[in-house]
Nanobody
Framework: VQLQASGGGLVQTGGSLTLSCAAS????????MGWFRQAPGKEREFVAG????????YYTDSVKGRFTISRDNAKNTVYLQMNNLKPEDTAVYYC??????????????????WGQGTQVTVSS
């Protein structure tokens, strides 16, 4: 599975961005997807995830109420809508996929496929 993340950019505090992650797999609907981020000098951290069925989502506490993960299986794409952005959201954002029919997970080591990352910078 190849993943291509896009949609990053520079935005002011309080602004919004929508990240997209396009997958090459014809069976995209079978993959649990996640978004992670990595800020300079910090470890990669889980941001949000959506189950392969789309019935379950999970967010790290710091983004709850501000970020929304969704998927469009017809377009082989997962999205991360980010609202009310803060400077601490500045990071490279990565999309990732688990193997087919795996449950949602928050640990990066449990994801098997990774996109190349897209930079999000929030200015104060």
């Amino acid at each position: 599975v190849q993943l291509q993340a896009s949609g990053g950019g520079l935005v002011q505090t309080g602004g919004s961005l929508t990240l997209s992650c396009a997958a090459s797999a014809r069976t995209f609907s079978r993959y649990t997807m996640g978004w992670f981020r990595q800020a300079p000098g910090k470890e990669r951290e889980f941001v949000a995830g959506i189950s392969w069925s789309g019935g379950s989502t999970y967010y790290t506490d710091s983004v709850k109420g501000r970020f929304t993960i969704s998927r469009d299986n017809a377009k082989n794409t997962v999205y991360l809508q980010m609202n009310n952005l803060k400077p601490e959201d500045t990071a490279v954002y990565y999309c990732a996929a688990r193997k087919p029919f795996e449950v949602l997970a928050t640990t990066s080591a449990m994801y098997d496929y990774w996109g190349q990352g897209t930079q999000v910078t929030v200015s104060s």
